[in-house]
């Protein structure tokens, strides 16, 4: 096992004027056993991130080091990493057990220690009775676990993981994530795992790094990117529903933004007017779409309360110890 330090990775795609630079000098401090979750939207360069800790793609400038050696120029399978994909690229013509132990006897693994590691990796992951099936006889969410395991008996010193969850359903994707978490606290490797879906980050890391074209807005744990969001990136992206961030509100300096979570708001007559639009029943809560001037703004009501209808104007106040300010320019979050 080991820490991951990325220190100030840039990667530019193409050569000279032409060349594309997609991400924008990341450093990161990953201390050994931690688990981390890089998370952004379409394109924000995750995989880019992931791919070049793995080695299968060339860093342009800057440094990653795993442990005390620094990799950039080591080929993958120098790197002591495991990658765990999307789509799990199981080999279809070969049993669960070779599946998993193709990577050591490749390695020229003893025998008998090949049979040791996957007979325990296939304990942790539950797939003891399953040794002797084939991929097509396996569920989706079994050869997920297929493809930790194939990850594990590798003994890497970081373990990568790209979005796979994402091929399976909403339930096995809550199941899996349990597992993966389990597998974390057994066998605590240092962990880098690239997701675009928020809650999968806000449950599964210790720390979070939130990627926005190509720079890195936040790295912190989950409660702080919540909590003390760095940028109105970070602010709109984590959360649901998002942020509400306000540039014309009664009490906004110009230049400001003002930001507000829905849950933080309530119904209360010393409180703004807002005209809503739309009322939104989501079983035990509501949300509620408004307007506040020309500004939309969302809500969330608890059962209970009795709800405004469309077409109303209510008066609705904000927790003053649950208000956020960025810089209008920046964007970034002031103290
Ligand atoms: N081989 C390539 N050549 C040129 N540009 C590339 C190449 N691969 C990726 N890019 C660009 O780099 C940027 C980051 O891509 P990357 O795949 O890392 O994003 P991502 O956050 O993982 O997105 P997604 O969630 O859609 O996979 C994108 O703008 C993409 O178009």
Same mark, same amino acid.
């Given at each position: %096992?080991?820490?991951?330090?990325? @220190?100030?990775?840039?990667?530019?795609?193409?050569?000279?004027?032409?060349?594309?630079?997609?991400?924008?000098?990341? $450093?990161?401090?990953?201390?050994?056993?931690?688990?981390?979750?890089?998370?952004?939207?379409?394109?924000?360069?995750?995989?880019?991130?992931?791919?070049?800790?793995?080695?299968?793609?060339?860093?342009?400038?800057?440094?990653?080091?795993?442990?005390?050696?620094?990799?950039?120029?080591?080929?993958? $399978?120098?790197?002591?990493?495991?990658?765990?994909?999307?789509?799990?690229?199981?080999?279809?013509? %070969?049993?669960?057990?070779?599946?998993?132990?193709?990577?050591?006897?490749?390695?020229?693994?003893?025998?008998?220690?090949?049979?040791?590691?996957?007979?325990?990796?296939?304990?942790?992951?539950?797939?003891?009775?399953?040794?002797?099936?084939?991929?097509?006889?396996?569920?989706?969410?079994?050869?997920?676990?297929?493809?930790?395991?194939?990850?594990?008996?590798?003994?890497?010193?970081?373990?990568?993981?790209?979005?796979?969850?994402?091929?399976?359903?909403?339930?096995?994707?809550?199941?899996?994530?349990?597992?993966?978490?389990?597998?974390? @606290?057994?066998?605590?490797?240092?962990?880098?795992?690239?997701?675009?879906?928020?809650?999968?980050?806000?449950?599964?890391?210790?720390?979070?790094?939130?990627?926005?074209?190509?720079? %890195?807005?936040?790295?912190?744990?989950?409660?702080?990117?919540?909590?003390?969001?760095?940028?109105?990136?970070?602010?709109?992206?984590?959360?649901?529903?998002? %942020?509400?961030?306000?540039?014309?509100?009664?009490?906004?300096?110009?230049?400001?933004?003002?930001?507000?979570?829905?849950?933080?708001?309530?119904?209360?007559?010393?409180?703004?007017?807002?005209?809503?639009?739309?009322?939104?029943?989501?079983?035990?809560?509501?949300?509620?779409?408004?307007?506040?001037?020309?500004?939309?703004?969302?809500?969330?009501?608890?059962?209970?309360?009795?709800?405004?209808?469309?077409?109303?104007?209510?008066?609705?106040?904000?927790?003053?110890?649950?208000?956020?300010?960025?810089?209008?320019?920046?964007?970034?979050? $002031?103290?």
């Amino acid at each position: %096992m080991a820490a991951l330090s990325l @220190r100030n990775v840039i990667k530019r795609y193409g050569h000279g004027p032409k060349a594309n630079q997609v991400i924008h000098g990341v $450093s990161a401090e990953i201390p050994d056993h931690e688990f981390v979750v890089i998370v952004g939207p379409s394109g924000c360069g995750k995989s880019t991130l992931l791919r070049m800790v793995a080695g299968l793609e060339e860093i342009s400038a800057g440094e990653i080091r795993i442990g005390d050696r620094v990799v950039n120029n080591l080929e993958p $399978s120098e790197r002591d990493i495991a990658m765990v994909f999307q789509n799990y690229a199981l080999y279809p013509h %070969m049993t669960v057990f070779d599946n998993m132990a193709y990577g050591l006897k490749i390695a020229k693994v003893p025998v008998p220690e090949i049979k040791t590691r996957v007979d325990k990796a296939a304990g942790i992951l539950e797939l003891g009775h399953l040794l002797t099936r084939k991929p097509r006889e396996l569920s989706g969410g079994q050869r997920q676990r297929v493809a930790m395991g194939r990850a594990i008996v590798r003994q890497p010193k970081v373990f990568l993981f790209d979005e796979p969850l994402s091929n399976l359903d909403a339930k096995l994707r809550a199941q899996t994530r349990l597992e993966i978490q389990k597998l974390h @606290r057994e066998l605590g490797i240092t962990s880098l795992f690239v997701t675009h879906d928020q809650v999968e980050a806000m449950t599964l890391a210790e720390r979070i790094i939130v990627m926005n074209g190509g720079v %890195m807005d936040q790295f912190a744990t989950p409660e702080e990117v919540y909590s003390r969001p760095a940028t109105t990136f970070v602010a709109s992206f984590i959360g649901s529903p998002p %942020m509400n961030l306000l540039r014309h509100a009664p009490g906004v300096r110009p230049g400001m933004i003002l930001g507000i979570r829905p849950e933080h708001l309530s119904l209360d007559a010393n409180g703004w007017s807002v005209q809503v639009e739309h009322v939104e029943l989501l079983g035990a809560e509501r949300l509620i779409y408004g307007r506040i001037g020309e500004e939309p703004l969302i809500m969330r009501v608890d059962e209970g309360q009795a709800p405004p209808v469309a077409g109303d104007t209510v008066k609705i106040a904000a927790r003053q110890d649950k208000l956020h300010w960025f810089d209008a320019g920046s964007g970034k979050r $002031s103290p």
